[in-house]
């Protein structure tokens, strides 16, 4: 059975759209992304850009971050590291899923896992996201 994504799945940040992301599915343990490889997307070789596959992934594990996060805390990536296994060629759809591997009060880490049409794994990203206490700009405060 398919569950309603909550308000902070369904409205991305510009830059996630612009890509051409796709929320599937978001839980507080498991959020999951699909992105169409399209030639704007590629590099030189015919294959989605690596930074294409890293805005993905720190999407992910930003989203799942929110859905974790108490009411008036944000979050910020602090470090992020990525495996790439294998190409994944234009026309294909890259699918993301981020995990939890630690959810804390101060940080929490996200690994997410983008694979190919195939179901073979193309990366695997771990991410760092610290939790913030947000305030508006011009508050005076922060």
Known sequence: ????????????????????????????????????????????????????????????????????LPEGRSTTTIESKTNFLRPIRIGDTARAVAVPLHLGRTTQIWQTTVTRGDGKTVAIVTQTQMVLDWTEPGSGRG
Do not use: K, S, W, Y
């Not at 059975?1 to 909550?6: A, C, E, T, V």
């Not at 978001?26 to 070789?45: I, Q």
């Not at 992934?57 to 859905?67: E, I, K, P, Q, V």
């Open 1 to 68: 059975m398919d569950h309603p994504l909550p308000e902070v799945a369904r409205n991305q940040p510009a830059f996630a759209g612009h890509l051409g992301m796709r929320v599937v599915a978001a839980r507080p343990d498991r959020v999951e992304f699909e992105l169409p490889v399209t030639p704007e997307l590629a590099n030189r070789n015919g294959v989605l850009h690596g930074g294409a596959i890293m805005a993905l992934a720190d999407n992910a594990g930003g989203t799942a971050t929110f859905l974790n």
